[in-house]
């Protein structure tokens, strides 16, 4: 009981951040009170920085490579460009928007689609003059794509990369697995918000007032390099990975070229971007998940072994979507990144076959990357994206969130569930 009443403190903390205190600072002041009280020691923290440390910097190298590209044009000029293949067409504007918000999130992660892609679409639907139930429908669509596409690659989520170090999964394998997955997730995303929104969006409007994408690049030189970067980036992740090196080593160094090119190209205020890194989540992941390790102390990974393996006696089909599910009611309560240790602990606690516990790794991944859309705590990326948006001008209240999240999301969780169900088994033994 203590455990958890400081867990529930600490995630009290986190999501109100009184005067200022951030995320990080919150969820160290919980890890301190969990060692004072002896729910942790000394060695846990040890344990926990090693399943971290290359997760958390991995994220925010891609932050700092997003927030440079963002201030060259990068994101604008390709929001620009799917605005103009929409043709005046908001039903054909509508589906680009969300794959272009897919194609971000799984490169730059979900955190970047949803707090780059935002603003962008915001400015740009202003222009449009877009009537307000058409502009809740894309601003809705760009916070849900970031999260539900957000399973490809091994840097798409924070939680993939925490899962994929822990198990030791190779970034080509992870890939193989989970791309498929994904195309079925956002078949499943675009089918829900078309039926949801549909008939909220405006028969067409005017591509002649929008600028020319051109005119978006601030940075020439970092604009030039971004695709050659990224395209270095992502070959890199494959051809290092059986050599055992840190996936945050590889993007870091991706950071430091891009980092370099806009210093000599002096537009983009570097010594900005990087203060405006999200450091603070270095401090969230060791103190966040010291606490919930202390929960696995007092109990929790040994209760939840426990229903993996009842789960698992079921057949791997009910397994998969039972873990994925159960996973995401957990996730949507106390939050993604606990919820990912919890789920990782307790499947490696859990007596299973190979097969079963792959396929229970895997929808740990999905009901932690999907399940936080049903409540607004459940994730950063939506919490940071209300706080966009409220900057912006645009108020969501949580329960006009969680309206639109409950009825969305479990459609689009459980389709994405039963495609893991049914592809790993066929894919094989990696």
């Given amino acids: ?15 109100w951040q009184p005067r200022g205190l951030g995320i990080g600072w919150s969820a160290l002041g919980g890890a301190a009170v969990a060692l004072l009280f002896g729910i942790v020691d000394l060695a846990d923290v040890g344990t926990v920085w090693e399943i ?62 949803a707090l780059l892609l935002t603003p962008i679409v915001l400015a740009i639907l202003l222009r449009l003059d877009f009537q307000p139930t058409a502009a809740l429908a894309f601003i809705v669509a760009t916070g849900f794509v970031a999260d539900s596409t957000s399973l490809p690659l091994v840097i798409s989520n924070l939680v993939n990369i925490v899962s994929a170090n822990y198990f030791d999964i190779s970034f080509a394998r992870y890939a193989a697995v989970m791309v498929p997955v994904n195309l079925v997730s956002l078949a499943a995303t675009l089918l829900v918000l078309w039926l949801y929104y549909g008939r909220d969006l405006p028969e067409t409007y005017d591509v002649g ?9 601030r940075d020439p030189a970092v604009f030039r390099a971004a695709f050659p970067l990224l395209g270095v980036l992502l070959v890199a992740y494959f051809a290092t990975a059986p050599l055992g090196i840190p996936i945050a080593f590889v993007t870091g160094a991706a950071a430091l070229v891009l980092v370099a090119i806009a210093l000599r190209s002096k537009v983009v205020d570097v010594a900005k971007v990087l203060i405006g890194a999200p450091w603070q989540i270095v401090l969230f992941s060791i103190g966040m998940y010291l606490v919930v390790y202390g929960l696995g102390n007092a109990g929790l990974t040994d209760l939840a072994a426990g229903v993996l393996v009842w789960l698992a006696g079921q057949g791997d089909f009910l397994a998969t979507v039972g873990t994925g599910l159960a996973v995401a009611i ?5 939050n993604n990144m606990p919820a990912t240790l919890v789920g990782a602990l307790a499947i490696d606690r859990a007596d299973l076959a190979p097969l079963t516990q792959e396929l229970m790794v895997y929808a740990n991944v999905v009901g932690n990357d999907l399940g936080p859309k049903l409540t607004p705590i459940g994730s950063l990326a939506t919490l940071l994206w209300l706080h966009v948006l409220a900057g912006k001008g645009t108020t969501i209240t949580w329960g006009q969130y969680m309206r639109v999240g409950l009825v969305i999301t479990p459609p689009v969780l459980l389709a994405t569930l039963i495609a893991l169900a049914l592809w790993l088994p066929a894919l094989g033994p990696g």
């Fill in 1 to 15: 009981m203590l455990a958890f009443a400081i867990f529930l403190a600490t995630l009290v903390l986190v999501i």
């Fill in 52 to 113: 971290v440390w290359d997760a958390t910097f991995t994220f925010v190298a891609l932050i700092v490579i997003s927030l440079i590209l963002d201030e060259a044009g990068f994101f604008a000029w390709a929001a620009l460009h799917v605005a103009r293949w929409g043709g005046g067409r908001g039903r054909m504007l509508f589906p680009l928007v969300v794959l272009l918000g897919a194609a971000i999130a799984a490169v730059f992660a979900n955190d970047g689609a």
């Fill in 209 to 217: 007032i929008l600028e020319q994408p051109s005119a978006a690049i």
């Fill in 330 to 334: 957990l996730a949507s309560v106390m």
